[in-house]
């Protein structure tokens, strides 16, 4: 991660999941810092994305 990541590269990371139950294996998932153009916190719009989309955790969406 040497140049960083935008917040719109992390949100699409997120959007192109194909299994949100997967997520916490995700190495994005994990990264420190702050985005280079917001300057948040990569956990923060993680939190905030997962918060808005959690109709991503209906049955449809996890493979179970």
């Known amino acids: 991660m040497a140049n960083g990541y935008k ?8 959007e192109n999941l194909k299994d949100i139950s997967a997520l916490y294996k995700e190495d994005f998932i994990n990264y420190r810092g702050d985005t280079t153009d917001t300057k948040e916190k990569y956990t923060e719009v993680i939190a905030e994305w997962l918060i808005k989309n959690n109709n991503y955790f209906s049955k449809k969406h996890l493979f179970i």
């Open 7 to 14: 917040k719109d590269e992390i949100i699409n990371k997120l």
